[in-house]
């Protein structure tokens, strides 16, 4: 029999889920385990990138910095870390690892599980509350935690950082049946950590959740509809409230021009295919694509199951339905510009910051897992409940995962930068062009060692300062160049010999024989310089 909530979802049923969630992670990411210091994806870019905003998010709060997202890259830019994701949330999740060590290897590996264990509660808390049975909730956060579209975004920290998803459809369900300050709270939390967690992810809960409120008013009787649609927008001007101080740098942004066009989400649009693709170890006979969203076969089942019982006129129809358009919704937004909807939606203005509609699927994903978990909490035995949750767990694993065990050597220039007392920016030379900016992550990852202002950088925007500075340190204006950078305020200059055609060697030497570049230290190929202004 259905269980009621309170019974449900106490402190030791949520513990519990957390635990498992846990050990969980440690499978599905092993040999993550076994290196958890040294183990890395840092043949990516992105992963590059995110150990940084991690480390940098770790460095601003620990420091009390309240201009959080005035990071240290592409200076003299000012919130540059609006150009990305700002992982706000994830630095909170790890801050108690923070006091133990300054490792940003760990820092990332601990922020990935932890990550991982609170999307498994949050689904679990989710799929209880619309399942009503323990067993659903189970399977909810199993699926939604672990689906294999996460393995193949590993260097990806913020499309890990899911939680906020589940937690806000479960307090707007909590909100609706039992109106009051604890779960608009809740849902004014979840809200705001969103933004804090993923724009992607926090773009596309603003959109599908006051759709699934207004739909799910309907289930309610009429006098309640406008006194719980009140504490609604009563919760939603809260979110509002708190997201402001991560959402005013973004909109800056996007104010100077930073924007999407069309043409670059179609091409990083989802294909229908995608939705019978995994990496799942199980499904090895399935097609490839680049983003996974095949929940598995035990999950479509338990929804089909769950779909039969709703046609038939159970208790559970009006949820089953209002998953189905928020499945739906997700597959539409997903499949980018060409269905539509998500055209739509870009000429509102947010959706112009995106690139990426495929990863719309995670609601989709989200709403697969809440609807076997409605389907499994309708099967009648338990051995063929946990032979449903067994099937599920390794239609999950696509271990073990390419975890490279080396972390990137440090050269010892970077020792002699962090001992500076000089303040003044820094820029690496040769400095990567526009198109290839990307080259500059090892720069921005080591610029964890010293913190030092930066004037490479890379993110989600090349600024236009980035680009003048490439033009003339990488021709024949080279001297002009740092003269140019000396007025910004640069005072220190990193050469890089071996990365140095002839042409660029034969400029370092004369800006070091016309006193520009004075040297303050040699290590192997690499030069530190002071640059002198006129």
């Not at 770790?58 to 005035?70: K, Q, R, V, Y």
């Not at 699934?212 to 009787?221: C, P």
């Not at 800056?252 to 995608?274: C, E, F, I, Q």
């Amino acid at each position: 029999m259905p269980l009621e909530l309170p019974r449900l979802l106490t402190g030791r049923t949520l513990a519990l889920s957390g635990l498992g969630s846990f050990l969980l992670s440690l499978i599905y990411t092993y040999p993550l385990v076994m290196a958890p210091h040294e183990a890395n994806r840092f043949d990516s870019p992105d992963a590059l990138l995110s150990a940084w905003i991690l480390s940098w998010d770790l460095h601003a709060i620990l420091n009390g910095n309240p201009a959080i997202f005035d990071a240290n890259i592409f200076f003299p830019e000012r919130n540059t870390l609006a150009y990305s994701e700002n992982l706000v949330a994830a630095a909170l999740l790890v801050l108690p690892f923070r006091l133990f060590t300054d490792n940003p290897v760990l820092l990332l590996n601990a922020a990935l599980v932890m990550a991982l264990v609170a999307n498994g509660i949050s689904g679990f808390a989710l799929g209880c509350l619309f399942s009503r049975s323990r067993y659903g909730g189970a399977l909810t956060g199993l699926l939604f935690a672990f689906a294999p579209f996460h393995w193949v975004h590993i260097p990806h920290l913020q499309l890990q950082l899911a939680f906020p998803l589940p937690a806000a459809f479960y307090f707007a369900r909590r909100m609706r049946d039992a109106p009051g300050a604890r779960p608009a709270l809740g849902l004014a939390l979840s809200i705001a950590a969103s933004f804090g967690c993923s724009g992607y992810y926090a773009l596309f809960l603003a959109t599908a959740l006051p759709l699934f409120v207004l739909v799910d008013l309907g289930g309610i009787e009429s006098e309640r509809r406008g006194r719980t649609l009140a504490g609604f927008v009563a919760a939603a001007s809260a979110a509002l409230m708190l997201s402001l101080p991560l959402l005013l740098p973004y909109a800056s942004k996007m104010d100077a021009g930073y924007r999407r066009v069309l043409s670059a989400a179609s091409v990083n649009s989802a294909t229908p295919r995608a939705y019978v693709t995994s990496v799942s170890r199980f499904h090895n006979f399935l097609p490839d694509e680049e983003e996974p969203f095949f929940p598995g076969f035990a999950a479509s089942v338990l929804a089909a199951l769950a779909f039969w019982r709703a046609v038939r006129g159970g208790q559970t129809r009006h949820d089953v339905l209002l998953w189905s358009f928020v499945g739906i919704g997700g597959i539409a937004l997903s499949l980018g510009p060409d269905l539509g909807l998500f055209t739509l939606l870009h000429r509102l203005g947010p959706y112009q910051g995106l690139r990426v509609p495929a990863r719309a699927g995670i609601l989709f994903l989200l709403a697969a897992s809440v609807l076997a978990g409605i389907g499994l909490a309708r099967v009648r035995t338990r051995r063929s409940r946990l032979a449903f949750l067994t099937l599920a767990a390794a239609e999950c694993y696509a271990g073990p995962l390419p975890w490279t065990q080396e972390v990137p050597p440090l050269p010892p220039i970077y020792t002699h930068i962090s001992t500076l007392e000089e303040r003044g920016a820094l820029v690496e030379l040769p400095l990567p062009p526009p198109e290839r900016f990307q080259d500059n992550a090892r720069y921005v990852y080591r610029s964890i060692f010293h913190f030092r202002p930066l004037v490479n950088g890379y993110s989600g925007f090349v600024p236009q300062s980035y680009r003048k500075a490439y033009r003339l340190l990488m021709s024949e204006r080279f001297e002009e160049g740092l003269e140019h950078m000396a007025r910004l305020g640069v005072r220190f200059v990193v050469a890089h010999k071996s990365r140095f055609g002839p042409r660029m060697r034969r400029q370092i030497e004369e800006a070091e024989r016309r006193g520009k570049l004075v040297i303050l230290q040699v290590s192997g190929p690499d030069r530190l310089y002071r640059l002198e202004g006129d």
